[in-house]
């Protein structure tokens, strides 16, 4: 399965659910979230990777964490960020509903 990538930068400063900028010392968070059996994402490793939402017809972005870091050590294959934990709610509860439609995401981990 083949990725267009995107600035990682860009992608740590948008929240991935409502487009809003995130500052340099603005909080935020992030949403794990695991691919499904056969999906192989280490090429992408530290990049943002887009992921088209049906159900909201949008094109969402997250992060391939690299293999020594925290996520990867909580079994997350992808993060999203977000600017809020009303965005993640929101963000989650769209995901859970696409993950029924989509190839890529088997579980999430989010709010």
Known sequence: MEFEVKDPYDVVHECSWCGSSIG?????????????????????????LPFEVFIEARKLYAFVPLPDSEAQKRGH??????????????????LKKEKKLGEVIENMDGF
Do not use: M, P, Q
Request: hydrophobic content about 40%; aromatic content about 6%; some cysteine.
């Open 77 to 94: 294959d992808l993060v999203f960020v977000v600017c809020s934990r009303e965005c993640g709610k929101e963000l989650t509860a769209r």
């Open 24 to 48: 340099d010392d603005d909080e935020l968070f992030g949403i794990g979230a695991k691919v499904r059996a056969g999906i192989d994402l280490s090429a992408y490793a530290g990049r943002a």
